[in-house]
Nanobody, 120 residues
Framework: QVQLVESGGGLVQAGGSLRLSCAAS????????MRWFRQAPGKQRELVAF???????NYIDSVKGRFTISRDNAKNTGYLQMNSLKPEDTAVYYC??????????????WGQGTQVTVSS
């Protein structure tokens, strides 16, 4: 029953900003680690950002200083703030989260993906 619904993608000019959202719905006991991936045409899916429940975060070198991962636990929603966007950031972005449902164990869930296109 758990679903991750992504939103916030779109077309933006180079240097602009977008905030992606990843909203979890269903019977959720706890959301643990959360990740954002992206996949460009002809490329393998790559990990962009990783955030722990404790608030620590790690980013791929190409987005450090520009992207920020965060979450609102009360809303069961994760975010990826993307600033100073470059054409190289163009990709489909996917959220992924480790979620525990009541009476069960931790599983990984994926969002449906949202397209980010950065024009020059």
């Amino acid at each position: 029953q758990v679903q991750l619904v992504e939103s916030g993608g779109g077309l933006v000019q180079a240097g602009g900003s977008l905030r992606l959202s990843c909203a979890a719905s269903g019977s959720i006991f706890r959301i643990n680690d959360m990740r954002w991936f992206r996949q460009a045409p002809g490329k393998q899916r790559e990990l962009v950002a990783f955030g722990t429940t404790g608030g620590s975060a790690n980013y791929i070198d190409s987005v450090k200083g520009r992207f920020t991962i965060s979450r609102d636990n009360a809303k069961n929603t994760g975010y990826l703030q993307m600033n100073s966007l470059k054409p190289e950031d163009t990709a489909v972005y996917y959220c992924n989260a480790d979620i525990i449902i009541p009476g069960s164990y931790e599983r990984s869930y994926w969002g449906q993906g949202t397209q980010v296109t950065v024009s020059s």
